[in-house]
């Protein structure tokens, strides 16, 4: 019987329900863990019909999952603090040695892509593909001092795409996670492997991201980081339980396209460095805060006064991050819910991510928050998602009014545009060979 086969075998019988329970079923239904064991048997099938493994071949099935943003908007290039969480929507595969100097990868719905181990340098006509990210991980790992060897792999996602759950970050991990395993014996931690994402991402894709997307998937639960020394971040888990909350995690997607949007994104950064210039630094964490206030009429006249509303909400949704963690911590979900309130408005406020500049006709994010609050109806939590401008916003909802925030959302904003997520207590990992 060939590993394949055995693994197939193995999930048809139920052998790893409670490990795909764990990942999948947080809502504890037994509908989700069918469904979740009918995922993973078609892709080990797909890769036994796409690859042929050899008999003798160790299959396993690996996952990398996306990630949410809970707190800290905009504040992790300023080297601040954030709050994020694996969530239960990912990038699951099937991958097997083969024997080859060769990563072969089949992606649900795309062609398949051949990365040769023999040549690992950058590529320019690479730059914001997925070639160009399994290529960054490779060259890491060997780099990291492991030797590679090739493997086949099919993969499936249900991560959403332009959703904010960064579905590049759960590639990286994915990938980094696969080489773990038959390269390195599974030696790297979900740190290294978020590290080794980012560099494939800044280095080889051409994104200049920070580290907040990688750790998300890579670590797993809720997860608070410290980006003070970017090449040491101080990562730590919190342990709550968002299953007891009371409510519901959604992402709702505003129907807003991050095409053309380039210069929005890039405008924050570039508004903040202004302000930090001043100062003779080069992020607001290098900044007092007091010094900042006491330069503010100078900075409004050198800078803007949308530079400087910008740095109001990085200095103090980086402190707000502070004691989201802390109302986790000591189970006081109230407080927590007010400040992802205050979080939202700050970013509308101050920040200003929410509508592209002289975009009148087109306001979806802005529509998206605004009926979301009116559903809500002074419950729960709205605030936007990740970048911004675009794409999607995040809702925390009383469970009892869960159906009909879904039903309000999707009859303004259409079918299908209203998912609850769960945070997954495990970042990326192998989930069965």
Same mark, same amino acid.
């Given at each position: 019987?060939?590993?394949?086969?055995?693994?197939?075998?193995?999930?048809?019988?139920?052998?790893?329900?409670?490990?795909?329970?764990?990942?999948?079923?947080?809502?504890?239904?037994?509908?989700?863990?069918?469904?979740?064991?009918?995922?993973?048997?078609r892709v080990v099938?797909?890769?036994?019909?796409?690859?042929?493994?050899?008999?003798?071949?160790?299959?396993?099935?690996?996952?990398?999952?996306?990630r949410t943003e809970?707190?800290?908007?905009?504040?992790?290039?300023?080297?601040?603090?954030?709050?994020?969480?694996?969530?239960?929507?990912?990038?699951?595969?099937?991958?097997?040695?083969?024997?080859?100097?060769?990563?072969?990868?089949?992606?649900?719905?795309?062609?398949?892509?051949?990365?040769?181990?023999?040549?690992?340098?950058?590529?320019?006509?690479?730059?914001?593909?997925? *070639?160009? +990210?399994?290529?960054?991980? &490779? %060259?890491?790992?060997?780099?990291?001092?492991?030797?590679? $060897?090739? /493997?086949?792999?099919?993969?499936?996602?249900?991560?959403?795409?332009?959703?904010?759950?960064?579905?590049?970050?759960?590639?990286?991990?994915?990938?980094?996670?696969?080489?773990?395993?038959?390269?390195?014996?599974?030696?790297?931690?979900?740190?290294?492997?978020?590290?080794?994402?980012?560099?494939?991402?800044?280095?080889?894709?051409?994104?200049?991201?920070?580290?907040?997307?990688?750790?998300?998937?890579?670590?797993?639960?809720?997860?608070?980081?410290?980006?003070?020394?970017?090449?040491?971040?101080?990562?730590?888990?919190?342990?709550?339980?968002?299953?007891?909350?009371?409510?519901?995690?959604?992402?709702?997607?505003?129907?807003?396209?991050? *095409?053309? +949007?380039?210069?929005?994104? &890039? %405008?924050?950064?570039?508004e903040l460095k202004?302000?930090? $210039?001043? /100062?003779?630094?080069?992020?607001?964490?290098?900044?007092?805060?007091?010094?900042?206030?006491?330069?503010?009429?100078?900075?409004?006249?050198?800078?803007?006064?949308?530079?400087?509303?910008?740095?109001?909400?990085?200095?103090?949704?980086?402190?707000?991050?502070?004691?989201?963690?802390?109302?986790?911590?000591?189970?006081?979900?109230?407080?927590?819910?007010?400040?992802?309130?205050?979080?939202?408005?700050?970013?509308?406020?101050?920040?200003?991510?929410?509508?592209?500049?002289?975009?009148?006709?087109?306001?979806?994010?802005?529509?998206?928050?605004?009926?979301?609050?009116?559903?809500?109806?002074?419950?729960?939590?709205?605030?936007?998602?990740?970048?911004?401008?675009?794409?999607?916003?995040? %809702?925390?909802?009383?469970?009892?009014?869960?159906?009909?925030?879904?039903?309000?959302?999707?009859?303004?904003?259409?079918?299908?545009?209203?998912?609850?997520?769960?945070?997954?207590?495990?970042?990326?990992?192998?989930?069965?060979?």
């Amino acid at each position: 019987m060939s590993s394949c086969t055995a693994l197939l075998n193995s999930l048809h019988t139920g052998k790893y329900d409670q490990a795909l329970a764990a990942l999948y079923a947080l809502d504890g239904t037994q509908a989700s863990v069918d469904k979740a064991r009918a995922r993973a048997c078609r892709v080990v099938q797909s890769l036994m019909d796409t690859f042929s493994p050899a008999p003798d071949a160790s299959a396993a099935l690996f996952s990398g999952p996306g990630r949410t943003e809970i707190g800290g908007n905009h504040t992790d290039h300023q080297h601040g603090r954030v709050l994020c969480g694996s969530v239960d929507m990912d990038m699951l595969s099937c991958a097997a040695p083969n024997g080859l100097n060769l990563i072969r990868i089949q992606s649900e719905g795309y062609p398949t892509l051949e990365i040769s181990l023999d040549e690992l340098s950058i590529r320019e006509e690479e730059k914001n593909t997925s *070639a160009a +990210l399994v290529r960054g991980v &490779a %060259a890491k790992v060997k780099e990291l001092g492991y030797t590679l $060897s090739g /493997f086949d792999a099919c993969v499936t996602s249900t991560v959403l795409s332009g959703s904010g759950l960064s579905s590049s970050a759960a590639y990286e991990t994915l990938i980094g996670n696969i080489l773990n395993h038959f390269c390195c014996g599974d030696a790297l931690d979900a740190i290294t492997i978020a590290k080794i994402g980012q560099y494939a991402e800044n280095v080889y894709f051409g994104k200049p991201c920070g580290l907040m997307d990688q750790m998300g998937s890579s670590v797993g639960g809720a997860v608070f980081i410290d980006f003070a020394d970017p090449a040491s971040p101080v990562v730590e888990r919190v342990d709550y339980d968002f299953s007891k909350s009371g409510h519901a995690l959604c992402i709702i997607d505003s129907g807003a396209d991050h *095409a053309d +949007l380039t210069d929005e994104y &890039a %405008a924050v950064p570039r508004e903040l460095k202004t302000i930090c $210039s001043h /100062f003779g630094k080069s992020v607001l964490r290098e900044v007092p805060v007091y010094e900042f206030y006491a330069a503010l009429p100078q900075l409004r006249l050198e800078c803007g006064d949308r530079a400087v509303l910008r740095a109001i909400h990085v200095y103090n949704d980086d402190l707000r991050v502070v004691s989201q963690v802390s109302a986790l911590r000591r189970g006081d979900f109230n407080s927590f819910l007010a400040l992802v309130t205050e979080s939202g408005l700050s970013s509308w406020h101050c920040l200003q991510n929410i509508t592209p500049t002289g975009y009148t006709r087109h306001q979806e994010v802005a529509l998206a928050l605004s009926l979301a609050e009116r559903v809500l109806d002074t419950k729960g939590a709205v605030r936007v998602h990740g970048g911004g401008f675009a794409g999607t916003i995040q %809702a925390f909802v009383p469970l009892e009014r869960l159906e009909s925030f879904q039903r309000e959302m999707e009859r303004f904003l259409g079918q299908g545009k209203c998912h609850v997520l769960h945070i997954r207590p495990q970042g990326g990992c192998v989930v069965a060979e």
